[in-house]
């Protein structure tokens, strides 16, 4: 299934300044692993050692945050948006 995964600005210099890239997948979890085989390191950044979202990113599927879904399984209809929102700190 198409689906349309919204880069957040931190990661664009990674997906070539890109803030969108459609991938074929049928979850949450491959759509994120599309884009990083199209842009490696890009769920580097997302996902931690044990599979799941690092604590400083939020991940939403429509405008479900994924945790409220099935996480990372949560299943993607044709034409979904995903957004990655990262935490940014600084000052």
Do not use: W
């Amino acid at each position: 299934m198409s689906v349309l995964v919204r880069i957040p600005t931190t990661l664009r210099p990674i997906c070539d300044g890109l803030h969108e890239v459609e991938v074929e997948a049928s979850t949450v979890r491959e759509a994120l692993a599309a884009v990083d085989e199209r842009y490696p390191g890009f769920s580097t950044n997302l996902i931690d050692d044990a599979g799941k979202p690092r604590l400083f990113v939020n991940i939403f599927l429509g405008d479900e945050d994924i945790r409220h879904l099935d996480g990372l399984d949560a299943e993607v209809p044709d034409g979904a948006h995903v957004a990655v929102v990262q935490a940014v700190a600084g000052g």
